[in-house]
């Protein structure tokens, strides 16, 4: 896998809807200058008379007759305005759908009017209407499709960043805290990130959204910057289309969500093992199917319930539904995962996670053998832009890299072992899918069921390592798969 410039462009390469529409507007324009050209004379009408007709012409010059006689001319001139248009398409970060349909409706009638004049000499016109010059579909398709792009950009990117000008403004915290006083219980943290040279000259709303990834979409991140808590420099920036350059400083105030506060958590005696445990943190072997935190339509039954049962003093450390975790796992996933009991351990063990030195591996059993046996994905992970629901390797999404070695090659399966370098949702599961070898059992980024008789997916957090936060000695554990994954492990070796 290569870096996110590289997957962006391959992105949009492999996106289809450019592709299909413009092979539906050059066969169009090829098959009705055929037949135009087959059933009418050059200065034929059909019919001979009418605002609208039919009109077999033969044209040398541009769309709609204009610079007459310039064929040889404008054919270069045409190929040079395809690679322009390909590289203004190359440059815009994440196109929405209305820009990939004007695109392709633009690369379609170009080509088709090259064609003709490769394979002609001239362009064939035959759309006949009123005092209009003949035209064809290659040019409609070009006008549309240019009418599209000024639509998208004045009416719909223009607006969504209304007002159009808007003066900078110094951003003052304080402020923006008591304008949102009114909602109970929530905090504020700020963010601060200084632009590196990979992300200069994207959109200020793309970059916040790369920088929140799970916890906000591009429409989320929109509506902080539109709401006065993104700020360039010290300069309050409402517009999300700003362009932020290398160096800059980029400050964000996060709202703290006051959907489920700490009081509404409720302790609870929750089964779970502990391989380790001290004043400042504690390791948990976690076992299927249940759940880290609260979330949507789940409040309780989770592993923080059972944390807030046995150490209170949890309770107030980190976010409001989540605390005392320092990274998650999957409801499905089992094995090992620290939390921490104390503030200086939270905010330790969280800058180990930022810095990557906690080591964090899994066991898992792919379907396929992975080509090479041992390597790195390096692909950004974000939401599935076709289903919220699902995480997906995208151009704009953040950061996800995944170390894996063949351990144990089983027929059609591997053993592999997993280390992650970055921690995004459902990473190993995207990655191990886009390599063409999906983890067994995963419903939901793998495509047909395994006999195995296996409920969840075979992942397992088998070892967990880092530095003390306190006495910086180096912790080591492990965990063995636990029951189900041995028994589907035997049932494929046989």
Known sequence: MTSDTTQASKAKLLDPIPWIVMAIALVLDQLTKWVTIQTLEVGESWPATGFFRFTHAWNTGTAFSLFQGQSDILTWVSLFAI?????IYRSIENPPWILRVAFGMQFGGAIGNIVDRFRLGHVTDFIDVGPWPIFNIADSSIV??????????WFIDGKSDSPATVEAQELRPSTVASEHDSTTSSSYSAMFIVVDDNDSGIRLDVFVHRQLGDDASRNDAQ??????????DGANVMKPS????????????????????????????????????????LVIDKPIGLPVHPGAGRK??????????????ISDLGENDRPGIVHRLDMDTSGLMVV???????????????????????????????????GVVDAPIGRDPNNRLKQAIVADGREARTQYEVVEEISTYALLKIKLETGR????????????????????????SDNLDLNRQFLHASRLEFAHPMTKQSLQFSSPLPHDLSQALEKART
Request: hydrophobic letters at 40%; proline letters at 7%; charged letters at 15%.
């Open 425 to 448: 949702m459902h990473q190993i599961r995207v990655h191990m899918a886009a390599l063409g070898t999906p983890v067994v059992g995963d419903q939901t980024y793998g495509k047909s």
């Open 340 to 374: 921490a009991r104390t503030d200086i351990a939270f905010a330790t063990l969280q800058q180990q996670i930022k810095n990557r030195e906690v080591g964090r591996s899994y066991t898992a059993l792919v379907r396929g053998i992975p080509e090479p046996s041992k």
């Open 83 to 87: 690679a322009i248009l390909a590289w």
């Open 144 to 153: 549309v499709g240019i009418g599209l792009m000024i639509f998208y950009f």
């Open 300 to 313: 309780d039954g989770t592993l923080v319930n059972g944390l807030i049962h046995r150490w209170p003093e």
């Open 242 to 281: 700003t362009r932020v350059p290398a160096g800059s400083s980029i400050e964000i105030i996060q709202q703290q969500s006051p959907e489920i506060p700490t009081q509404a958590l409720t302790p609870q005696p929750i089964e779970f093992g502990v391989v380790y445990e001290d004043e400042h943190l």
């Open 223 to 232: 509506t902080m910057i539109k709401l006065g808590l993104v700020s360039v």
